[in-house]
């Protein structure tokens, strides 16, 4: 049964012909229950990538799309070191924790007079709102600059944005 619990799809077909498993009723049933769990599962993983908005596009990329996953927003402007290397960890952080829906907008194009004191800033929405608001290195990340995968990852663990068992 150990082996039926931790079986993808086609797993599945090949144990359903083996002897082992020949409770047809009990199989087809555990095999409908297991397929449904990793359609949900896959359902979850919908983003996986880094994706640039604008501003017109925040309301549909960051607050609507909140009502069903955590969206992570990164301002940011190319000419500060710290905001270059929060992108190169999101880029690996995206793929990674793909329920969670990664967005980066230039930080003059989100507010036009934003401080590059301000930056990198990152919002955390769920459920159409702002969760938490990270300002500054020192907020986003649980350790010292400079961003690590590992240090973001802690610091979104702490939030409540990932799941531990994702880390």
């Not at 087809?28 to 983003?47: P, Q, T, V």
Request: aromatic letters at 8%; a negative charge.
């Amino acid at each position: 049964l150990a082996a039926a619990a931790a079986a993808d799809v086609d797993e599945l077909d090949e144990l359903d012909e083996d002897d082992e498993f020949c409770d047809d009723a009990f199989l087809a049933k555990y095999r409908e229950a297991r397929i449904s769990e990793l359609k949900e599962a896959d359902a979850k993983k919908k983003h996986g990538e880094v994706i640039e908005i604008s501003r017109d596009q925040w309301q549909r990329e960051v607050n609507d799309a909140s009502e069903t996953c955590w969206v992570f927003v990164h301002l940011y402007q190319d000419h500060v070191t710290d905001c270059v290397a929060l992108g190169r960890v999101m880029d690996e952080l995206a793929p990674k924790h793909a329920a969670v829906k990664f967005v980066r907008i230039r930080a003059t194009t989100a507010v036009e007079a934003w401080p590059d004191s301000n930056l990198p800033a990152v919002y955390l929405y769920r459920d159409g709102e702002m969760k938490h608001q990270l300002v500054g290195s020192r907020q986003i990340s649980a350790g010292p600059p400079p961003f690590n995968v590992a240090s973001v990852e802690r610091k979104l663990l702490e939030l409540g944005v990932v799941d531990a068992a994702a880390v």
